[in-house]
């Protein structure tokens, strides 16, 4: 059976850097939304198009649009055969919700959910390390409280669903991606 995964974790928690890994020992396709949004704008897709209305108007995207654009990503042939990491997707208890629906109806489910749990004072130092413009101590700190509001009911979803695995992702690269594959490994 392929295996579908979904990463949680603030910004700065490495999801990215794993997610890489991950796709290298394990036949899953990641599917990040950041380029579901990306094909559907360029291809000028009628979702695409009504992302783009929001988005030009420097709106965020309803739920509606960005939902229909990972199921239709979702019944895509290479995810059919091979599974899915999702990283971005869901970002709320309705997105969740639907992602639950969908694979269900399908017959399919999430098999784990992996959430990066990294202390503030590590995931500032990453932030900051990252040397962008943007990434001022305060923009930072606003950031990852608008991401802890986000990410934390999706914790506690995916806690009471049975499928989450917390990780400690305060540790080395290599310390880390070993407990991802002790989880996947069991998993297989």
Do not use: C, W
């Amino acid at each position: 059976m392929a295996m579908n995964l979904i990463l949680l974790g603030l910004p700065g928690a490495g999801k990215g850097t794993q997610g890489d890994l991950i796709v290298k020992d394990y036949p899953v396709v990641h599917i990040s939304t950041g380029d579901i949004f990306r094909a559907n704008l360029a291809q000028n897709t009628e979702l695409g198009e009504q992302a783009r209305s929001y988005m030009d108007a420097g709106n965020l995207v309803p739920d509606e649009i960005t939902s229909a654009m990972v199921a239709d990503r979702l019944g895509q042939a290479d995810v059919q055969e091979h599974g899915f990491m999702l990283d971005g997707y869901p970002r709320n208890e309705d997105q969740a919700r639907f992602l639950d629906q969908y694979l269900q109806e399908h017959g399919t489910s999430v098999s784990a959910t992996l959430y990066f749990e990294v202390s503030d004072d590590i995931l500032r130092q990453r932030l900051l390390g990252r040397g962008r413009a943007d990434d001022t101590p305060e923009i930072i700190d606003n950031r990852l409280a608008v991401n802890k509001a986000a990410n934390l009911p999706l914790v506690d979803y995916y806690q009471a669903e049975g499928v989450l695995h917390t990780i400690n992702g305060n540790g080395d690269l290599d310390g880390i991606y070993q407990s991802v594959k002790e989880i996947l490994d069991a998993l297989a």
